[in-house]
């Protein structure tokens, strides 16, 4: 391409949105070849795949400093402004060639001549950058005046915007509208931005300009994707970058420009703005606060809203064609100031930094007394600081890339580059370490990319491209770790939906999921948040569960409404559904109608579907009350009978109320009865005993644990003894046991020794006096020790007799003692005697 040939120059100038771009592709693809230069890498990438798709990969060529496609038959070639060929330099590769000319040449952005750090470069390729049949100069109205004095042969097309932009006044990050784009100006900043969104709203993608082209693109693509409805970015989002994005909110309108922390120009402002709106769609900006340095001024707001801006009356200027006679010509000619009044000297650039601290190495200035030796100095000055290590470590970098190329072969060592490139292959760490690996990186594929600086350099740019793309891909799951909560995203991307048709599952161990996020977890009716929840997402998340759930827990209603006895169990006092805690018992009007409390999970139940829990849960527990402990059930019935005799109905009372199982003390209205009572009482299942008054059929185990719950339900502790116990040593109070001495021996088996010592006794001993000898051998059988069978037998009414058999007197019916009083327990401690008894189901 020359650089000075003339052609028929347009400058297409306005504001964004208004197809610049889109004009200049198709104008190049028009011609036979052509060339633009983009400001950005990730905007040279996003028109390169836009050309590839028109015209075929093998027509297309990508030049930035880090990245170079170029096929041998390329014809258009998509570049970042620094790497447009003019001038000195080439290609890496041995088959490939600087172009000589081509068509069509178009520069965007052109009005970033005026930026202090870059706008030479862009000055430069506006003043020499020419096309053999046709150039355009794409960029803002601002840049009109000087494109006239500078460019006078061009032809001046203005467009207007496609759609409105209008202020939506100043918005909290908790109230902006999906779709939006958070604008920060620095990594920190945008950093916590996004975690902030993250909290509030689900997550959002990440854009800067640091990032790889393939970390953009995959952040990029989550947004339009529709998987997050929020995006926060540097300013390189004004830069071109395409993105449906209806609103764009500044985070803050200062920036550090790499000199001072000063106020976006307005033109900055509506340069960035200005990404709001697609095509023919309106779009909206503002602030995230209403007063104070982050807040718009009225004067800037309608300066935007109408496109109305100072006309630029300046561009930076350094000489792209420098001297290299020597280092000291090179210095001089790019300190050189500009003849044009319109043009101002560039400040100094990082390179131009580096070269004037190299130029007093005496090392580097013995390797650059040749032209040659001095231009490839100046080229490794060009190497960009993308890790910002400061002018200082950089020269050092610098000083030691140039000595490598200027002695011995001429190369850099492949050693040093493997080295480096094995030493930041590792994908462990967080954002900020990987964003730094990748930094490194692109220092060593821009390297890579400069025609004989290695030997071989196809190896050299394959191996940085692939640790680029590793490290893209890591920092992208980083990026999206940190800043996407997928399932909070999720869910408030439905959160409005009508509840039957969203995809929520349940899986088999009650894992609630919605879009395959796991959300919680479904246990009867009772929804836990996710253990790995955040505490700000968890109201969030019980209030999306409460309306996504709503058909499956009135399912599990009307299923519970019909369960099977299998389906119930009762554990500690709590009844329990498929193992799931729906109820709990407490004192009734009776000890076997236990009120059932359901428990306040059911509240999401409609009243007739819980009516009917509670009438299938009280039906339950009478069922079993009436299978497991009938004697219970019909002591009730006899209470109730006012036909039967009062003293009888006061048995049954006081008996009911001890659960079946009474010192015969407690019950005293028993000895006011009659043999007929007693016989009646016999055929309801209870046994009046010599010392207790008590329903055999309790002291089995599964009545027992029946009973132990329907006491407890009263707030009373019941000990259970060992399955299949008949003696127990010492310990608290077993219930179906009578302590005597130290052990406790049941209620069943203490009559049956009272009637076998009566039955010793003998039929001819109607006095009572004549001593005898009972047989030991039922209360060994039992395991009563025969210190245990003498305290009972004296509590059964006998008296042993001196002699050098043992012998014992019956002496009369025992006088009963009233048992010793205890304190009642407490009632929020009753159940626990139950604990580890194992359930009772149906």
Same mark, same amino acid.
């Given at each position: 391409m020359?650089?000075?040939?003339?052609?028929?120059?347009?400058?297409?100038?306005?504001?964004?949105?208004?197809?610049?771009?889109h004009l200049a592709v198709e104008r190049m693809c028009g011609h036979s070849s052509g060339m633009i230069g983009f400001p950005l890498r990730l905007l040279a990438r996003e028109v390169y795949d836009r050309v590839v798709a028109i015209k075929g990969e093998k027509q297309v060529a990508l030049?930035?400093?880090?990245?170079?496609?170029?096929?041998?038959q390329a014809r258009y070639y998509l570049c970042t402004a620094e790497s447009m060929p003019i001038g000195e330099g080439g290609f890496a590769g041995a088959d490939n060639t600087l172009p000589r000319d081509v068509g069509f040449v178009a520069l965007d952005e052109a009005q970033l001549g005026a930026d202090p750090e870059r706008g030479h470069v862009f000055t430069d390729r506006l003043?020499?950058?020419?096309?053999?049949?046709?150039?355009? *100069?794409?960029?803002?109205?601002?840049?009109?005046?000087?494109v006239r004095t500078l460019v006078p042969e061009a032809e001046?097309?203005?467009?207007? &915007?496609?759609?409105?932009?209008?202020?939506?006044?100043?918005?909290?990050?908790?109230?902006?509208?999906k779709r939006s784009a958070i604008v920060a100006f620095s990594a920190e900043e945008v950093y916590a931005v996004a975690e902030a969104i993250r909290r509030m709203r689900g997550g959002a993608a990440v854009v800067m300009g640091a990032l790889s082209p393939r970390t953009r693109n995959a952040q990029v693509a989550m947004f339009q994707a529709g998987e997050v409805d929020y995006l926060v970015a540097t300013?390189?989002?004004?830069?071109?970058?395409?993105?449906?994005?209806?609103?764009?909110?500044?985070?803050?309108?200062?920036?550090?420009?790499? &000199?001072r922390t000063r106020r976006l120009t307005v033109p900055e402002m509506a340069q960035i703005a200005g990404r709001a709106g697609r095509h023919q769609r309106d779009g909206t900006f503002g602030a995230l606060v209403e007063e104070g340095p982050g807040a718009f001024a009225p004067e800037e707001v309608f300066a935007i809203e109408e496109h109305r801006f100072t006309p630029l009356d300046f561009l930076y200027w350094r000489d792209g064609e420098p001297d290299l006679s020597s280092v000291d010509a090179l210095i001089a000619s790019l300190e050189r100031k500009p003849t044009e009044i319109v043009l101002r000297a560039a400040p100094e650039a990082l390179d131009l930094a580096v070269l004037k601290r190299l130029s007093n190495e005496h090392v580097v200035l013995d390797r650059a007394r040749s032209p040659a030796g001095v231009a490839r100095l100046w080229a490794a000055c060009g190497i960009p600081d993308f890790q910002k290590l400061g002018v200082e470590p950089h020269s050092r970098f610098v000083a030691r890339v140039f000595t490598h190329l200027t002695e011995g072969s001429g190369h850099i060592p492949f050693a040093w580059f493997a080295s480096e490139i094995a030493r930041l292959d590792t994908v462990s760490g967080d954002v900020e370490t990987i964003a730094g690996r990748i930094a490194a990186t692109r220092t060593w594929a821009y390297i890579a990319h400069r025609a004989g600086w290695l030997a071989d350099g196809l190896e050299a740019q394959a191996r940085a491209r692939a640790l680029e793309e590793r490290l893209s891909d890591a920092l992208h799951e980083r990026l999206t770790q940190r800043f996407v909560d997928k399932r909070t995203t999720a869910l408030l991307r439905t959160i409005g939906a009508d509840h039957r048709h969203l995809p929520v599952t349940i899986g088999e161990q009650g894992e609630v999921s919605v879009e395959e996020h796991e959300i919680g977890r479904l246990d009867g009716f009772?929804?836990?948040?996710?253990?790995?929840?955040?505490?700000?997402?968890?109201?969030?998340?019980?209030?999306?569960?409460?309306?996504?759930?709503?058909?499956?827990?009135?399912? &599990?209603?009307?299923?519970?409404?019909?369960?099977?006895?299998?389906?119930?169990?009762?554990?500690?006092?709590?009844?329990?559904?498929?193992?799931?805690? *729906?109820?709990r018992l407490a004192a009734g009007q009776r000890l076997t109608r236990p009120a059932i409390v359901i428990d306040r999970a059911l509240d999401c139940l409609d009243k007739?579907?819980?009516?009917?829990?509670?009438? &299938?849960?009280?039906?339950?527990?009478?069922?079993?009350t009436r299978a497991l402990t009938p004697a219970l059930a019909r002591l009730d019935t006899l209470a109730d009978d006012a036909s039967a005799p009062p003293e009888l109905r006061a048995v049954a009372i006081a008996l009911a109320e001890a659960g079946g199982l009474a010192d015969r003390v407690t019950v005293p209205d028993v000895e006011r009865i009659d043999p007929r009572a007693r016989r009646y009482l016999r055929d309801l299942g209870v046994t009046v005993g010599t010392l207790d008054v008590f329903a055999p059929g309790l002291i089995r185990p599964e009545p027992a644990r029946w009973r132990a719950v329907l006491l407890a339900a009263r707030g009373r502790t019941t000990l259970l003894p060992p399955q299949g116990a008949t003696v127990v040593s010492g310990g608290a109070p077993m219930a179906g046991f009578r302590r005597v001495g130290t052990q406790q021996v049941r209620l069943d088996l203490v009559e049956r020794i009272a009637r076998a010592a009566h039955d010793a006794r003998g039929p001819g001993d109607k006095g009572g006096r004549k001593p005898f000898a009972p047989d030991p051998a039922l209360a060994t059988s039992i395991g009563v020790t025969p210190d245990t069978l003498a305290k009972l037998m004296v509590r059964l009414g006998f008296r042993a007799v001196k002699g050098d058999v043992p012998a014992w007197v019956w002496q009369g019916r025992p006088k009963l003692v009233s048992p010793r009083k205890e304190a009642p327990p407490r009632r929020d401690n009753a159940f626990a005697v139950l604990a580890g008894l194992g359930s009772l189901r149906g």
């Amino acid at each position: 391409m020359s650089s000075f040939a003339r052609s028929a120059v347009t400058a297409v100038l306005g504001p964004t949105n208004t197809g610049k771009t889109h004009l200049a592709v198709e104008r190049m693809c028009g011609h036979s070849s052509g060339m633009i230069g983009f400001p950005l890498r990730l905007l040279a990438r996003e028109v390169y795949d836009r050309v590839v798709a028109i015209k075929g990969e093998k027509q297309v060529a990508l030049i930035t400093g880090e990245e170079r496609i170029i096929p041998p038959q390329a014809r258009y070639y998509l570049c970042t402004a620094e790497s447009m060929p003019i001038g000195e330099g080439g290609f890496a590769g041995a088959d490939n060639t600087l172009p000589r000319d081509v068509g069509f040449v178009a520069l965007d952005e052109a009005q970033l001549g005026a930026d202090p750090e870059r706008g030479h470069v862009f000055t430069d390729r506006l003043l020499r950058a020419r096309g053999r049949d046709e150039t355009m *100069i794409l960029g803002s109205a601002a840049l009109k005046p000087l494109v006239r004095t500078l460019v006078p042969e061009a032809e001046i097309i203005e467009r207007p &915007r496609f759609s409105t932009l209008s202020y939506a006044g100043a918005k909290k990050l908790s109230r902006l509208p999906k779709r939006s784009a958070i604008v920060a100006f620095s990594a920190e900043e945008v950093y916590a931005v996004a975690e902030a969104i993250r909290r509030m709203r689900g997550g959002a993608a990440v854009v800067m300009g640091a990032l790889s082209p393939r970390t953009r693109n995959a952040q990029v693509a989550m947004f339009q994707a529709g998987e997050v409805d929020y995006l926060v970015a540097t300013d390189a989002i004004g830069m071109g970058l395409n993105m449906d994005v209806a609103h764009v909110a500044f985070a803050s309108l200062t920036k550090f420009d790499g &000199r001072r922390t000063r106020r976006l120009t307005v033109p900055e402002m509506a340069q960035i703005a200005g990404r709001a709106g697609r095509h023919q769609r309106d779009g909206t900006f503002g602030a995230l606060v209403e007063e104070g340095p982050g807040a718009f001024a009225p004067e800037e707001v309608f300066a935007i809203e109408e496109h109305r801006f100072t006309p630029l009356d300046f561009l930076y200027w350094r000489d792209g064609e420098p001297d290299l006679s020597s280092v000291d010509a090179l210095i001089a000619s790019l300190e050189r100031k500009p003849t044009e009044i319109v043009l101002r000297a560039a400040p100094e650039a990082l390179d131009l930094a580096v070269l004037k601290r190299l130029s007093n190495e005496h090392v580097v200035l013995d390797r650059a007394r040749s032209p040659a030796g001095v231009a490839r100095l100046w080229a490794a000055c060009g190497i960009p600081d993308f890790q910002k290590l400061g002018v200082e470590p950089h020269s050092r970098f610098v000083a030691r890339v140039f000595t490598h190329l200027t002695e011995g072969s001429g190369h850099i060592p492949f050693a040093w580059f493997a080295s480096e490139i094995a030493r930041l292959d590792t994908v462990s760490g967080d954002v900020e370490t990987i964003a730094g690996r990748i930094a490194a990186t692109r220092t060593w594929a821009y390297i890579a990319h400069r025609a004989g600086w290695l030997a071989d350099g196809l190896e050299a740019q394959a191996r940085a491209r692939a640790l680029e793309e590793r490290l893209s891909d890591a920092l992208h799951e980083r990026l999206t770790q940190r800043f996407v909560d997928k399932r909070t995203t999720a869910l408030l991307r439905t959160i409005g939906a009508d509840h039957r048709h969203l995809p929520v599952t349940i899986g088999e161990q009650g894992e609630v999921s919605v879009e395959e996020h796991e959300i919680g977890r479904l246990d009867g009716f009772r929804f836990t948040v996710a253990a790995d929840a955040r505490a700000t997402d968890k109201r969030l998340l019980l209030a999306a569960a409460e309306k996504r759930l709503a058909g499956e827990l009135g399912k &599990r209603g009307a299923a519970l409404a019909e369960a099977r006895d299998s389906e119930l169990a009762v554990e500690d006092g709590r009844i329990l559904w498929r193992g799931a805690d *729906i109820a709990r018992l407490a004192a009734g009007q009776r000890l076997t109608r236990p009120a059932i409390v359901i428990d306040r999970a059911l509240d999401c139940l409609d009243k007739p579907v819980r009516d009917g829990v509670a009438a &299938r849960l009280a039906r339950w527990v009478a069922e079993r009350t009436r299978a497991l402990t009938p004697a219970l059930a019909r002591l009730d019935t006899l209470a109730d009978d006012a036909s039967a005799p009062p003293e009888l109905r006061a048995v049954a009372i006081a008996l009911a109320e001890a659960g079946g199982l009474a010192d015969r003390v407690t019950v005293p209205d028993v000895e006011r009865i009659d043999p007929r009572a007693r016989r009646y009482l016999r055929d309801l299942g209870v046994t009046v005993g010599t010392l207790d008054v008590f329903a055999p059929g309790l002291i089995r185990p599964e009545p027992a644990r029946w009973r132990a719950v329907l006491l407890a339900a009263r707030g009373r502790t019941t000990l259970l003894p060992p399955q299949g116990a008949t003696v127990v040593s010492g310990g608290a109070p077993m219930a179906g046991f009578r302590r005597v001495g130290t052990q406790q021996v049941r209620l069943d088996l203490v009559e049956r020794i009272a009637r076998a010592a009566h039955d010793a006794r003998g039929p001819g001993d109607k006095g009572g006096r004549k001593p005898f000898a009972p047989d030991p051998a039922l209360a060994t059988s039992i395991g009563v020790t025969p210190d245990t069978l003498a305290k009972l037998m004296v509590r059964l009414g006998f008296r042993a007799v001196k002699g050098d058999v043992p012998a014992w007197v019956w002496q009369g019916r025992p006088k009963l003692v009233s048992p010793r009083k205890e304190a009642p327990p407490r009632r929020d401690n009753a159940f626990a005697v139950l604990a580890g008894l194992g359930s009772l189901r149906g």
